[in-house]
């Protein structure tokens, strides 16, 4: 970070950030980008990789990497936030710290009967230490899960406003297979003082949206990196995948139409719920960045919360009846990869029909005449008729048609399939001759040979 000195040692620069070299012979760039967003301020202005590269692989002509004694580089940069408290700390790291381990060793835990349990104190860089067990969990975990933590023993003999900064690594011994399950692994679970820096939305009355058998909430759009998304919340879960007993909380890529399909949007982004009692933020974040899409508008997560967390008055996640949500959003790049498309079939389609009666058929002079339109499928539609026949059924054929009745009212590039029948009745003997069945695409047509039962003509489609 270049222009800080030492009066703005309290602004803090909070960025994510890829370092790039370039592979030479074939034009692509290796990458390395850490998986979470680094804090620059006063203290500590630069970040990076010690290791970026091995010499060898640096100077092996076959990497690409150092061409005629020249190589290329590169840095993107996405500022997240940025801070100012009017104070200032400093952070001391240790050079070569040690590594401690301790164990604890519970027995009879089936009658473990209160709220938490302390292992006994253990010292290690310096400070004391405990670990705290909580059987019926804590917080978020309530309930479903058991709680476990690392804590200082002794927090107030810190002085005012120092923090000890500590990587440690949690485990539960599985003691039937001698191996031991990782406690702290997978989704970036935080809890966030800051508030989202690009959206927040007030849910209230959530109740009401069961009551009325609304699944989901979808937020307006807001906009982050240049495009817009929005965010969908299902208060009971997301049905479609199964999910129960949970609050789903997804990011979505909104305004995306047909002709955006392939456009690749990456990201890395935060999803943020405010307990309302302490005025912080429980925040969600995958550890690697999205891919959003034509194909996939989506990401977030299936099970946010478990639904008796976020109902437990004493987590703030819920207080009368209202949440808030929200979002982060940290667009990387993006990339068009030329042309694409999306089929969408309906399901369980409903049955559609519509008559047309010609009268005076005799008397048909124009060259074609048009149904009044009518409503199938979303879309609007007419039959049109051709009595002296259209196209190579011209002179020969009745030519009849089923067409879209407002085509420009689609999406460039948007074709709508239909699969149908053109009929036209027999009155004589009752019956309906069947003139075409098959999928819809832009405009079909049939050709009918010239028919004359009187002066009337009854038609249907769909």
Known sequence: MSGATAPQISSEVSAVFRLFILDQNNDNYFVLQEPKERRFHG???????????????????????????????????????????????????????????????????????????????????????????YPKGNGIGVGTHLSFFLALAEPKSLPPGCQIYAEFTLRILDQKHGQYHISSKGILGTISDAPPTHYTVKVQSISLLTKHNLEKYESGDFEAGGYKWKLVFYPNGNKNRNVKEHISLYLVMSGATTPQISLEVYAVFRLFILDQNNDNYFVLQEPKERRFHGMKL????????????????????????????????????????????CLSLVQDPVMYKNTWRIDKVSKLDAESYNSKTFIAGDQKWKMQLYPKGKGNGVGTHLSFFLALAEPKSLPPGCQIYAEFTLRILDRKYAQYHISSKGWFYCRHHAKIPTMNYDETLVLGGL
């Open 298 to 341: 989506d990401w977030g997560f299936d099970q946010f919360l478990s639904h008796k967390a976020f109902t437990q008055a004493s987590n703030g996640f819920l207080i009368d009846d209202t949440c808030v949500l929200g979002a982060e959003v940290f667009v990387s790049k993006e990339r068009s990869k030329g042309k694409g498309e």
């Open 43 to 133: 203290m500590k202005l630069d970040w990076g990789f010690d290791q970026f590269l091995s010499h060898k692989a640096f100077t092996q002509a076959s990497n690409g990497f150092l061409i005629d004694d020249t190589c290329v580089l590169g840095a993107e940069v996405f500022v997240s936030k940025e801070r100012s408290e009017g104070k200032g700390e400093h952070l001391s790291m240790v050079k070569d710290p040690v590594m401690y381990k301790n164990t604890w060793r519970i027995d009879k835990v089936s009658k473990l009967d209160a709220e938490s349990y302390d292992s006994k104190t253990f010292i290690a860089g310096d400070h004391k230490w405990k670990m705290q067990l």
